[in-house]
């Protein structure tokens, strides 16, 4: 599938990429060298510096601050993996296949890389000052965006409506406020950053926190479906979790039936306002219609 | 004692203007709000506000765009509290007399309490943006610095040679590194973007760094000194606590008449080297003398 032979260049691109921003493993601190390290070279899709790349070459940007975002906003995720793994929250020991931070570095480092991974990350932003002729008030703003999606109203504020509510039924507002903040926040950071840096007007701004938003709910609830209709060897991870961690989905809320809808929906929905805004950028249409069709 | 009255006074006010700052307590993430404002609002010297506060004025700062960064500072110090005092850290129950946050609030929303009061920082620090014509560079470079400052080269990294030597004895050279960077780094931070953003060049930036650093070592050289000289009334928390947990300090390595000496010579060259910055702050200096001769 040509879409998905895409996705692996790109994430190779973004895997060199990172590679420029992450610490080198010598000096007193090497141990939490070594753990950030770990964490962000474990994988996964890159799908956050993909996308925002992507929009960011929608609205015409062609420069370079936009890869120390792209490298920071990896990162963030990667912290967020990090303390979701932890004893005290998801107590998960194995993560794509490879024991979690905690398990590899202890406790304690897994704590001390996350929050470093979280700081880093701004730093790693703020590095975006010495291109040739910075922006500066674009790239001040597109740290503050990144801080707050990723904050307490965002990313952060939902993680903390999921862990209270962890092993509870969870009514259908607060899950939606969880896939939109916990999932969500993120990928509109990821887009709006692209945005911003590429050009964008506040109207457009506007418009790409829009489709971010119906792009990171017909991605999480995909996501459920996939729990209860895949199988664990294409799925990379075992099926039939939520169910068996008493986990509140919108599958178990309201169906596969009406899960596909949804996702169907938000993603027409998604594309619809895409497709409002100038230029085109092809590839920003197929990633966002494979994330949505994808099967892993 | 009048710098006693100068630093309550102070006090005050940053309380006041941390207060603007804080999350208002609604809301489905209600709980991290409140985990949040508790444990800012657990108190402390608010040093570092206060420290910045005073170097922007010395060279001559006067707007507000100094104000979210002071917020913001505080921040990220009480956010390496929580996670210091966590089970799989320091394990404190207590600080300044009252239960610590994973303590009151449980050690998952510990965790994330501390991850959040270090991304709000940046949120905050970014609301500098918001005053009437900004100087979006230097807002930003101060954002990166306060990045710098609290991240793997900076805090947190001290943090994690502290804790991976834990229980062990800590030759010179390391301590000196844990110094400089658990402590040492914030003040720099706290300092520099103070002169930053009151308008410092390069050269007086620098000089500022190094001030802070001699601020630093002072100022955690008399913290060894207090455990082992002063009275747990004076000093509100246990005395003799270093010798007990088996840790290295200034004072277990050198003995008490180095580390005084240490102490002296540290605060002179503070003193000497910002008698060569055009300008005086008497504030400041008499903060500095303070902050090195205090017995609490």
Same mark, same amino acid.
């Given at each position: 599938?040509e879409t998905?032979?895409y996705?692996?260049r =790109?994430?190779?691109e973004v895997?060199?990429l990172?590679?420029r !921003?992450l610490?080198?493993?010598e000096? +007193?601190q090497?141990?939490?060298f070594?753990a950030?390290n770990?964490?962000? $070279?474990a994988?996964?899709k890159?799908? =956050?510096? /993909?996308?925002m790349w992507?929009?960011?070459?929608l609205?015409?940007?062609?420069g370079r601050?936009?890869?120390? +975002?792209?490298?920071?906003i990896?990162? /963030?995720?990667?912290?967020?993996?990090i303390?979701?793994?932890?004893?005290?929250? *998801?107590?998960?020991?194995l $993560? =794509?296949? &490879?024991?979690? #931070?905690?398990?590899?570095?202890?406790?304690?480092m897994?704590?001390l890389?996350?929050d470093a991974?979280? @700081?880093?990350?701004?730093e790693?932003?703020?590095?975006?000052?010495s291109?040739e #002729?910075? *922006?500066?008030a674009r790239?001040?703003?597109?740290i503050?965006l990144?801080a707050?999606?990723t904050?307490?109203y965002?990313m /952060?504020?939902?993680?903390?409506?999921?862990?209270?509510?962890t092993g509870q039924p969870?009514?259908?507002?607060?899950?939606d406020? @969880?896939y939109?903040? &916990?999932?969500?926040?993120?990928l509109e950071?990821?887009?709006?950053?692209g945005?911003l840096l590429?050009g964008?007007?506040?109207?457009?701004?506007?418009i790409v926190?829009?489709i971010?938003?119906e792009?990171?709910?017909? +991605?999480?609830i995909?996501d459920?479906?996939?729990?209860v209709?895949?199988?664990?060897?294409?799925?990379?991870?075992p099926?039939?979790?939520d169910?068996?961690?008493? &986990?509140?989905? !919108?599958?178990t809320?309201?169906?596969?039936?009406?899960?596909r809808?949804?996702?169907e *929906?938000h993603s027409?929905?998604?594309?619809?306002?895409?497709?409002?805004l100038p230029?085109?950028n092809?590839?920003?249409e197929?990633?966002?219609?494979?994330? /949505?069709?994808r099967e892993?």
């Amino acid at each position: 599938m040509e879409t998905r032979e895409y996705m692996a260049r =790109r994430k190779a691109e973004v895997d060199v990429l990172l590679e420029r !921003y992450l610490p080198r493993e010598e000096g +007193f601190q090497k141990t939490i060298f070594e753990a950030m390290n770990y964490s962000v $070279r474990a994988g996964g899709k890159r799908l =956050r510096p /993909i996308l925002m790349w992507e929009t960011y070459r929608l609205f015409g940007g062609s420069g370079r601050e936009i890869e120390p +975002f792209m490298a920071a906003i990896e990162m /963030i995720h990667t912290s967020s993996l990090i303390h979701d793994d932890l004893p005290c929250m *998801d107590n998960d020991e194995l $993560r =794509r296949g &490879k024991p979690t #931070t905690w398990v590899k570095y202890g406790y304690d480092m897994a704590v001390l890389a996350g929050d470093a991974l979280l @700081i880093y990350a701004v730093e790693t932003a703020s590095k975006a000052l010495s291109v040739e #002729t910075p *922006d500066s008030a674009r790239i001040a703003r597109a740290i503050g965006l990144l801080a707050e999606k990723t904050g307490i109203y965002g990313m /952060i504020g939902g993680q903390v409506v999921d862990v209270e509510l962890t092993g509870q039924p969870i009514p259908g507002e607060k899950l939606d406020f @969880i896939y939109r903040l &916990k999932t969500g926040a993120l990928l509109e950071a990821s887009m709006m950053i692209g945005a911003l840096l590429g050009g964008a007007d506040e109207e457009q701004l506007n418009i790409v926190e829009q489709i971010a938003a119906e792009v990171g709910l017909a +991605f999480q609830i995909q996501d459920d479906i996939l729990d209860v209709t895949s199988t664990a060897g294409k799925l990379g991870k075992p099926v039939l979790s939520d169910e068996k961690n008493h &986990k509140t989905t !919108y599958v178990t809320l309201e169906g596969v039936e009406a899960a596909r809808r949804a996702v169907e *929906d938000h993603s027409a929905r998604a594309l619809e306002e895409l497709s409002q805004l100038p230029g085109r950028n092809p590839e920003l249409e197929a990633l966002i219609r494979f994330l /949505i069709a994808r099967e892993n």
